[in-house]
């Protein structure tokens, strides 16, 4: 059997090719006025962007930011700069809430982990291993939200 033609088309370029489009999606909504809060944007990232594939979007985001400072610093007239800075300064908007999305992911994976640390420990071990996340002196420690997220993820676990 011969093997199928490679594609001029990668997984990873059909979805860089989507995350392109939805960086200027969100400029666009947001030049016209349709896109009011960065909690829109937030949440378009959290539908939009697998997971797993953030770096992929992260080098989309920055050639786009690059291009768009480019346009700044090169538009011949007023009308075309002040589109640019305002498209510049919505992808700046993206990049903040790209941030804290990031953010949120790494809570959230920390969570995870410490809840199946804590519950893989041996019995006589889970103390001293949940001592690890709530002891100010450790590194890791938890934020009292952290804590209460953990003592929730820990309940649940245990109810089932």
Not at 49 to 57: L, M, N, Q, S
Not at 99 to 107: P, S, T
């Amino acid at each position: 059997m011969a093997p199928e033609p490679e594609s001029s088309s990668t997984p990873n370029s059909s979805l860089r090719d989507r995350y392109i489009a939805l960086i200027d999606q969100i400029v666009t909504i947001t030049l016209k006025g349709q896109l009011r809060s960065k909690e829109q944007i937030y949440q378009q990232l959290v539908q939009e962007v697998e997971v797993g594939t953030g770096e992929i979007f992260e080098r989309c985001l920055t050639e786009r930011l690059e291009a768009t400072q480019a346009q700044v610093k090169q538009a011949d007239d007023e009308l075309k700069q002040a589109r640019a800075s305002r498209s510049l300064r919505a992808m700046q908007t993206i990049q903040g809430e790209w941030e804290r999305y990031q953010k949120q992911q790494q809570a959230s994976n920390a969570l995870t982990r410490a809840t199946e640390a804590i519950l893989q420990a041996a019995s006589t071990e889970r103390l001293s291993v949940w001592l690890t996340y709530v002891d100010p002196n450790q590194g890791n420690r938890f934020n009292p939200e952290a804590l209460k997220q953990l003592a929730q993820a820990l309940e649940r676990a245990v109810q089932f």
